[in-house]
Structures are given as C-alpha cells and as structure tokens.
C-alpha cells in the first residue's frame, strides 16, 4: 500500500487577494488543511519551517495543535531551512 502526504510551505502575505492576511491565518489554515486531508485519507501532513519568519518559525507548536485535531494523521516537518 502506498502512502499520500503532502507538504504545505505555509507562506503568507498581506497583498490585496490574499487568503492568507496574518501569520495567524497561517497557522489556522495549516491546521484546517491537515484535517481536511486526514478525512480525505491522506497518511502525512508535512509543514516547512520558516526560520525567522512570523509565521512557522516554530514548527511544534503548529504540530501539536494539528496532533490535538486529528487522530490518524502522520505530522512532521519536512524541510528545516537553517540559512
């Protein structure tokens, strides 16, 4: 059987359009999107880190919240950028 992921850069931007206006949408869209695939039947939710950036900076907090959402779910980082 084979296993369905994905991973989510989580960017945001505060440009006329945007479905994502603050680093708190971010984060509740993450958190929206994992559940979403979950139910879906995705096996992984992956989230890059975005050091020194507003939003991710920190991925466990994100992770932890996801993880208190969903129960099935894989959770993890997939890219921890160190610049």
């Known amino acids: 059987m084979k296993n369905i992921g994905f991973l989510s850069f989580g960017h945001w931007s505060d ?9 708190a949408d971010t984060l509740i869209q993450s958190i929206e999107l994992a559940e979403a695939a979950e139910e879906l039947g995705a096996d992984g939710a992956y989230f890059r880190v975005h050091h020194f950036a507003r939003q991710l900076g920190s991925p466990f907090p994100l992770l932890s919240a996801i993880g208190a959402r969903t129960s099935r779910i894989e959770i993890g980082t997939g890219v921890i950028d160190m610049r």
């Open 15 to 23: 440009a006329p359009g945007s479905q994502t206006q603050s680093a």
